[in-house]
């Protein structure tokens, strides 16, 4: 079903789109498809949204690139919006989360360094994800990420995802701990979510043992929870933010955002991206930002998250096989009691995408743009196609 030349990183399912137009894609034979993943979080103002559209065509017939050997006006443009947003000072662009993890992962070694530990540990979590490059899968909590890669990287160790105690345990026994990275809300690991007023605990146990505070924000921010980052709904701030997914709405771009001490790490030499940065991904970021702004989508988010997750819950309730229904803003989940990654398959025949992950929860990321008339519809095709599926019919 797939390009023989193209090596089998991913299992596709048997379908092409063409076009799009805002929460709907377009097949080659010219079938509708309601998107509630977004490009995994990515378009997060939909498809062909009008003021991104017009923003890269401008820039694109202005310039697409120099490189960060120059100024870069749209690059400082989108570190001050960014920055000002995220309540952070400063920024370094890259291109995926993945990269934007790493330069946190960087910063943290820096760091230790800088304190005279020769083996600075970073506290990762199980069920995390963090991405695909040789740090960040170490980081990552999942062995079918790690395996057949060894040797992995040094300098990390787990703790259970939302267990304070587990994190004061390994206070009292590593002194090689420098930071801790996690995901304000877990997305790949299965819409987990954090205990109430765990940041801002973790916040005081950070500034305690002099730890940063890092939070992988690659599909949390940008608007996706109804805050511009997750962390923001605590009033907690962290030392390092690392983004991506929704910031360019498909244009590739990462941002990994510090304050405070660990923005003053990086010196000119210590890191860089050849494309990071460029004129381009960075005026289809600031209309992405802009946009959300403009069109006050966060608020959005919180109506429509609030009404899909009510609507989920009462009409599954009465569903046997349905564990838990859960969510934060626009990244919802129903945990199944059984492996349900056929879900996907049967979803896409009744033409609507959806996706499966940590094998047993139905993840939602529609775009941000949704509408009422919309969320329904999507709520019309699932929870008939779930409760079916778990009557094994
Ligand atoms: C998707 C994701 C990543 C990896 O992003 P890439 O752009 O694929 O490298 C990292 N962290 C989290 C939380 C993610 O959801």
């Keep these: 079903m797939t390009q023989p030349t193209l090596m089998s990183t991913y299992g596709?399912?048997?379908?092409?789109?063409?076009?799009?137009?805002?929460?709907?894609?377009?097949?080659?034979?010219?079938?509708?498809?309601?998107?509630?993943?977004?490009?995994?979080?990515?378009?997060a103002l939909g498809h062909a949204h009008p003021a991104v559209v017009g923003a890269i065509q401008e820039q694109a017939a202005r310039l697409i690139h120099t490189s960060n050997v120059y100024r870069i006006q749209r690059q400082e443009e989108l570190g001050d919006l960014l920055c000002g947003l995220a309540e952070m000072e400063r920024v370094f662009f890259c291109n995926s989360g993945a990269e934007a993890n790493e330069a946190a992962i960087k910063l943290a070694r820096l760091y230790g360094h800088r304190r005279n530990i020769?083996?600075?540990?970073?506290i990762v979590m199980e069920k995390s994800f963090h991405g695909r490059t040789m740090a960040t899968l170490t980081a990552t909590g999942s062995r079918k990420i790690q395996a057949g890669f060894e040797p992995l990287v040094a300098g990390f160790t787990r703790a259970p995802y939302g267990d304070m105690e587990a994190l004061r345990t390994i206070a009292r026994n590593n002194p090689d701990v420098v930071a801790v990275l996690l995901e304000p809300a877990q997305g790949e690991g299965g819409v987990n979510l954090l205990p109430a007023g765990f940041l801002r605990?973790?916040?005081?146990l950070c500034d305690e043992r002099s730890w940063l505070l890092m939070l992988d924000e690659?599909?949390?921010g940008n608007g996706r929870t109804g805050a511009w980052f997750a962390y923001q709904h605590d009033k907690v701030l962290p030392d390092v933010v690392a983004t991506a997914k929704g910031l360019g709405n498909g244009v590739p771009i990462g941002a990994c955002m510090a304050r405070g001490i660990a923005a003053e790490l990086f010196q000119p030499g210590s890191h860089g991206s050849t494309f990071g940065g460029n004129p381009l991904a960075c005026a289809?970021?600031?209309?992405?930002?802009?946009?959300?702004?403009?069109e006050n989508l966060l608020a959005h988010v919180t109506r429509e998250s609030e009404f899909l997750l009510s609507e989920l819950r009462a009409r599954l309730a009465d569903v046997p096989g349905v564990v838990e229904v859960r969510g934060f803003g626009l990244l919802l989940g129903i945990e199944l009691d059984r492996p349900c990654g056929e879900l996907v398959r049967q979803a896409l025949e009744q033409k609507l995408l959806i996706n499966v992950t940590a094998d047993r929860v139905v993840r939602l990321l529609p775009p941000l743009i949704i509408q009422?008339?919309?969320?329904e519809q999507l709520l019309d095709t699932l929870c008939p196609l779930i409760e079916q599926f778990c009557k094994g019919t």
Excluded at 30 to 36: E, F, K, S, T
Excluded at 118 to 122: A, G, K, L, N, S
Excluded at 284 to 294: K, M
């Design 372 to 375: 009422r008339t919309e969320s």
């Design 284 to 294: 289809a970021a600031l209309a992405v930002l802009r946009t959300i702004d403009a």
């Design 201 to 204: 605990e973790l916040r005081e």
């Design 218 to 220: 690659v599909q949390t």
């Design 12 to 43: 596709r399912l048997p379908v092409m789109f063409e076009r799009g137009e805002g929460v709907w894609l377009y097949d080659t034979e010219g079938v509708r498809y309601l998107d509630a993943l977004s490009g995994v979080a990515v378009n």
């Design 118 to 122: 020769e083996r600075p540990t970073i």
